[in-house]
């Protein structure tokens, strides 16, 4: 258990409105990572955190923001949502010296009627 | 850019029957190779890992060899569980916080 929460665990918004999803750790990691899960995909990766205020754009970032203003919390934003953001989200952290290993959080089922 | 291709399932088994699932992987560097495993309504979990040719990793019975010359990380049990079932993910690391999953494949053994 990497000490990973998520909120909300699942939620259902209406097309258009701003969507806030919060990765919460509490060991202190450095990396953070937010993750998208679709059918025939896998994981993709949306952004990631390197450090307080440090952020970087992943495979899929269109259409998401991310703000990490203290080492244990990771938001997700989507500003507006659209359909094609339904998904599963998973936050991640990375642990260990030997190459990087990702721990990750239990997910946020998100629904865009 | 990097890539991980894994066995498109569903899988299937019956209870002690042997697990293989395939993995195959693309990469410039030297990567670290993983197998992840995700139960009904979880996140992921690591099952394993290996960092370097050669490596095997293992964990609950499961082992996968990382196999530079065929580009290959296959997951093996030699007898599975009912509590095996599970979606379970190959996905490979490098040094630039780009870890990259191939799109899983489901276990179900039946009793």
């Known amino acids: 258990d990497a000490g990973i929460t998520q909120s909300p665990r699942h939620k259902v918004t209406e097309t258009g409105t701003p969507v806030t999803l919060r990765c919460h750790q509490t060991?202190?990691?450095?990396?953070m990572y937010w993750y998208r899960q679709d059918p025939g995909h896998g994981l993709r990766l949306i952004h990631y955190s390197y450090g307080v205020k440090d952020t970087d754009k992943g495979e899929v970032s269109d259409g998401y923001s991310v703000s990490r203003s203290k080492t244990e919390d990771f938001l997700l934003t989507l500003e507006s949502a659209t359909s094609s953001q339904t998904s599963v989200y998973f936050c991640a952290i990375r642990a260990g010296t030997v190459q990087e290993t990702q721990y990750f959080g239990p997910g946020t089922r998100l629904l865009v009627l | 850019g990097d890539s991980v291709t894994q066995m498109e399932g569903p899988v299937t088994l019956s209870e002690e029957a042997f697990l293989t699932i395939n993995c195959t992987y693309t990469a410039t560097g030297y990567p670290s190779l993983f197998w992840y495993v995700q139960y009904p309504g979880e996140g992921l979990q690591l099952l394993l890992k290996a960092t370097k040719a050669d490596d095997k990793g293992s964990n609950k019975g499961f082992e996968a060899t990382y196999r530079k010359e065929t580009t290959s990380f296959h997951l093996e049990k030699g007898s599975v569980q009912v509590s095996d079932s599970a979606v379970y993910f190959c996905?490979?690391?490098?040094?630039?916080?780009?870890?990259?999953f191939g799109a899983g494949t489901r276990l179900t053994v039946k009793p």
């Open positions: 996905a490979l690391g490098d040094n630039n916080n780009d870890m990259r």
């Open positions: 060991e202190n990691h450095r990396y």
